[in-house]
């Protein structure tokens, strides 16, 4: 345990929160549900997320209208933003999973991987409380905020204000192709300008996909 805590620069005072938080529940299932998962963890930890990153950008821009601060949020804490954090301390070199899961991919899943964020925030803010809760989720949060270069808008809104200059253009989102099991699919998507294909992702939602879509337009657009 001693190298995920240099990962993540704190020391845990209860090893048992950190090895919840680091727990699937493809692992614990294998194991007959003996041992704990981190699903109960992902749900506080999404709730301290949530406060730690309003609270940050509720002061961080006092100027910001309300439905700014709510996309900046959006885009800060959603499944792509969590994993990427997740990643850039090798998260899932450290989760226990399932064989299943494990052969499968499973520890780099951006599922996994924003779950499992989520709940080793639980971890930290049960075991040190809310400000090292709030130190560690500031670390990755805070340069995230400062390199956001679409002037804190989602990628589809932004298109969308790109293709309104143009009374003449139309955009619109069309889904492809989905994948996988019904608990974990994979949705792929297509954005249109007019008839001509501008842009694809792929998500683990409808909407994830369609952002991700629009991403590679602006892209291809040299927006982004």
Not at 65 to 92: H, M, N, W, Y
Not at 190 to 208: A, C, D
Request: glycine share 8%; net charge negative; hydrophobic share 40%.
């Amino acid at each position: 345990m001693a190298t995920i805590e240099d990962k993540i620069g704190y020391n845990f005072k209860n090893k048992a929160y950190l090895m919840e938080a680091l727990t699937h529940s493809s692992f614990a299932n294998e194991r007959h549900n003996k041992i704990k998962c981190n699903e109960r963890m992902e749900f506080l930890g999404d709730a301290v997320l949530s406060i730690i990153s309003a609270n940050y950008l509720f002061h961080r821009f006092p100027d910001m209208p309300e439905g700014d601060l709510s996309k900046l949020r959006s885009s800060l804490v959603c499944t792509q933003s969590l994993s990427d954090f997740a990643r850039q301390i090798s998260l899932g070199n450290f989760l226990f999973l399932g064989k299943g899961e494990s052969n499968t991919g499973g520890a780099d899943r951006p599922s996994i991987l924003e779950n499992a964020f989520e709940a080793l925030i639980a971890a930290i803010y049960l075991d040190g409380g809310m400000e090292n809760a709030e130190k560690f989720v500031l670390h990755f949060l805070a340069p995230a905020v400062e390199t956001h270069h679409i002037n804190f808008k989602d990628y589809k809104t932004t298109l969308q204000e790109i293709v309104q200059q143009n009374p003449d253009e139309n955009v619109n989102y069309v889904l492809v192709g989905e994948s996988g099991p019904d608990h974990n699919k994979t949705f792929e998507v297509e954005v249109h300008l007019n008839s001509n294909v501008i842009g694809k992702g792929k998500g683990g939602s409808k909407k994830s996909a369609e952002q991700a879509a629009a991403r590679e337009a602006l892209k291809l657009m040299g927006v982004i």
